[in-house]
Nanobody
């Protein structure tokens, strides 16, 4: 059974950190790009970060550059999103997705249209 499961969300104060994890089962992430997306209430889904297969090239939306770091551990079939210096505006449901059709995070990855498998999401709330 193909499955993507996120974890690591929670309630934190501004300036704090969280690390999200994304565990895949039923397929090998080796051949997939991993993307992290988020959606806040009343807003459209936003591509946050993407890491390609193989060489692990990374891409970020401008609003998280310098604060978030995406990584992957293919041996564990897992992706990660380290989020530092969290801000109120980072509050959202965060989703992990895997793309076989676009494994190098090209072609407007942030739109999410070429991602094949999606998790159910993990909530991140930043509040003082």
């Amino acid at each position: 059974q193909v499955q993507v499961v996120e974890s690591g969300g929670g309630l934190v104060q501004p300036g704090e950190s969280l690390r999200l994890s994304c565990v895949a089962s039923g397929f090998s992430l080796d051949y997939y790009a991993i993307g992290w997306f988020r959606q806040a209430p009343g807003k459209e889904r936003e591509g946050v970060s993407c890491i390609s297969k193989s060489y692990g090239s990374t891409y970020y939306v401008d609003s998280v550059k310098g604060r978030f770091t995406i990584s992957r551990d293919n041996a564990k079939n897992t992706g990660y999103l380290q989020m530092n210096n969290l801000k109120h505006e980072d509050t959202a449901m965060y989703y992990c997705a895997a793309s076989y059709r676009e494994p190098y995070c090209r072609s407007k990855w942030h739109e999410g249209l070429l991602f094949d498998y999606w998790g159910q999401g993990t909530q991140v709330t930043v509040s003082s």
